[in-house]
C-alpha cells in the first residue's frame, strides 16, 4: 500500500517555541492531505484539510494562526504549531489519500509533541 | 455533520472467543468506511476498506460489514487472540474522515 511518513516522530520543545512537522506521500501524490491531533485516551480530531496550491480548511475550534498549514507540493504537508503551549501536547497526525482510486487515505506514524 | 459512535467502548474477552464491535453514523454520503487499530501511544493501523458500493470485506480473522443506508458498520473477529489487544476505531470516509471514540480491546489469556 501507500507509504506516508511524518517527522519528526517525536519532539520536545519549551513554551513559547514553534515546532514543524512534516507529512510526505512517498510514492504517490496527494492532492489533499488531512491533519489530526489526539490527546491520551481520546480518539482522533480532524483539525483541518491541507490543499496543495491553496489555503487550508481548518475545523471549527482550531485556530488558523496558531497551526499553520502549508501544503507545498503534491508530496509534502507541513503543520507548524506556533508559540507552543503546554496544552498543544498530542499526538499528531496527518494522512493523505490517492494513488489506489478507491478513495483510501493512508496515514501517517504520528509525530508526539510534549510542550514543556 | 458527521458523528460517529462506536459501541461498545470497552470489551473484555477470553481468548479464543468471536466478537463483534459495533459502529454507526449519521450521514450516509459516504465513499467508503474504514477500520483500524491502534496500539497504545502508536499510529494507525489499517485493517479493511469497505467501499460504499460494497458490503463486507474480510482479512484473515476479520470481517467487517457496511450497511450503508441505516448508517452502520460492524467489525467482526474470529478466535480472537491476546495480541488483537488493542483500540479499534471505526471511520466513515467522506469529504472528510471523522473517527469514532474507538472500542478498547483487551483479550485474557
Known amino acids: 500500500g501507500a507509504v506516508v511518513s511524518q517527522h519528526p516522530s517525536w519532539v520536545i520543545c519549551k513554551s513559547g517555541t514553534s515546532v514543524k512537522i512534516e507529512c510526505r506521500s512517498l510514492d504517490f501524490q496527494a492532492t489533499t492531505m488531512f491533519w489530526y491531533r489526539q490527546f491520551p485516551k481520546q480518539s482522533l480530531m480532524l483539525m483541518a484539510t491541507s490543499n496543495e496550491g491553496s489555503k487550508a480548511t481548518y475545523?471549527?475550534?482550531?485556530?488558523?494562526?496558531?497551526?499553520?498549514?502549508?501544503?507545498?507540493?503534491?508530496?509534502?504537508?507541513?503543520?507548524?504549531?506556533?508559540?507552543?503551549?503546554?496544552?498543544?501536547?498530542?499526538?499528531?497526525?496527518?494522512?493523505?489519500?490517492?494513488?489506489?482510486?478507491?478513495?483510501?487515505?493512508f496515514f501517517g506514524p504520528g509525530t508526539r509533541l510534549t510542550v514543556l | 455533520?458527521?458523528?460517529?459512535?462506536?459501541?461498545?467502548?470497552?470489551?473484555?474477552?477470553?481468548e479464543g472467543e468471536?466478537?463483534?464491535?459495533?459502529c454507526s453514523f449519521t450521514d450516509s454520503a459516504i465513499y467508503n468506511l474504514q477500520w483500524f487499530r491502534q496500539d497504545p501511544g502508536k499510529g494507525l493501523t489499517s485493517l479493511l476498506l469497505i467501499q460504499s458500493s460494497q458490503r463486507e470485506q474480510t482479512s484473515?480473522?476479520?470481517?467487517?460489514?457496511?450497511?450503508?443506508?441505516?448508517?452502520?458498520?460492524?467489525?467482526?473477529?474470529?478466535?480472537?487472540?491476546?495480541?488483537?489487544?488493542?483500540?479499534?476505531?471505526?471511520?466513515?470516509?467522506?469529504?472528510?474522515?471523522?473517527?469514532?471514540?474507538?472500542?478498547?480491546?483487551?483479550?485474557?489469556?
Open chain 1, 59 to 105: 475545523e471549527q475550534g482550531v485556530e488558523k494562526d496558531k497551526f499553520l498549514i502549508n501544503h507545498a507540493s503534491l508530496t509534502l504537508s507541513t503543520l507548524t504549531v506556533t508559540s507552543a503551549h503546554p496544552e498543544d501536547s498530542s499526538f499528531y497526525i496527518c494522512s493523505a489519500g490517492g494513488g489506489t482510486g478507491k478513495n483510501e487515505q
Open chain 2, 1 to 14: 455533520k458527521q458523528e460517529v459512535t462506536q459501541i461498545p467502548a470497552a470489551l473484555s474477552v477470553p
Open chain 2, 18 to 22: 468471536n466478537l463483534v464491535l459495533n
Open chain 2, 60 to 109: 484473515g480473522r476479520l470481517n467487517a460489514s457496511l450497511d450503508k443506508s441505516s448508517g452502520r458498520s460492524t467489525l467482526y473477529i474470529a478466535a480472537s487472540q491476546p495480541g488483537d489487544s488493542a483500540t479499534y476505531l471505526c471511520a466513515p470516509g467522506g469529504d472528510k474522515i471523522i473517527f469514532g471514540k474507538g472500542t478498547r480491546l483487551h483479550i485474557l489469556p
